[in-house]
Structures are given as C-alpha cells and as structure tokens.
C-alpha cells in the first residue's frame, strides 16, 4: 500500500534523432545539462548545483556509465530519508540503431502528470540544443 508520502516511480521514452556520444555529453556533464536542464550547473565531485531562475537544488550523482546513463539524488530527498533518484538512460535499438532517452524519475501522486510535463519540457529543449526537433 502507498503511504500518502511516498513518491512513485515513473518512467518515460524520448526518441531523439542523435549519436548516444553526443547525447551523453549533454546527460552527464554540468555544461551540457545547463543547455537544456537548468540555467546553470555548478559540481564539484559527486554533488550536482542545478540553478533555474530564482532557485537552485543540490543532487548527488549515484552512478553513471559512460555512454549509458546517469543517476541523481536530489539531497532534499536523501534528507528525508527517500529512496528516490532521477535517471537519465541512453537507449540504442540494436536492429534499428534508433537512439531514445528514457528518463526514470519519481513524484508524489498528485504531482506524476506534472512532472511528466516537466520532463517532455526539458526534453523538448534538449531535442533543440541537439538540433533534433
């Protein structure tokens, strides 16, 4: 049973016309995720500064394999003692050679459509970046 506090797991497929190199870059690197992501992205070591406008949220890089894929922990959530993450997961189709990005992520009942939202967002801008929109 879902207590009123936990968050859900979600997840959702991006096709995005570009090398997985490429899209890598811009999944796993301050940088890279400043072009898209958030306005800017400031690291030092395992932790993640993502800044938008007039806020700015800490995230823990859990792990990342190079090409592949990258994992984050918000640390308001480890705060709270979640087990919660965002991923960003490169997905290469073998027969087609068809790139897609799948995002795992977790939000609280309510808020799962917002999120998604948000996420096609952020994606829809990353599509631009990459010149694949």
Do not use: C
């Amino acid at each position: 049973m879902l207590l009123m506090d936990e968050k859900i797991k979600f997840e959702i497929e991006f096709p995005i016309h570009s090398s997985p190199q490429l899209l890598y870059q811009y999944i796993s690197t301050p940088s890279g995720l400043s072009e898209w992501f958030s306005d800017n992205v400031n690291s030092r070591g395992e932790l993640f500064t993502f800044i938008w406008d007039d806020s700015e949220e800490q995230a823990k890089l859990l792990n990342k394999k190079s090409g592949e894929r990258v994992k984050f922990r918000w640390l308001i959530d480890e705060e709270e003692e979640l087990s919660t993450y965002f991923e960003l997961r490169i997905q290469v189709d073998e027969i087609t050679k068809d790139v897609s990005l799948m995002i795992v992520d977790f939000a609280y009942e309510d808020e799962v459509d917002e999120a998604k939202m948000l996420w096609e967002n952020q994606i829809s801008s990353l599509k631009q970046v990459l010149g694949s929109a």
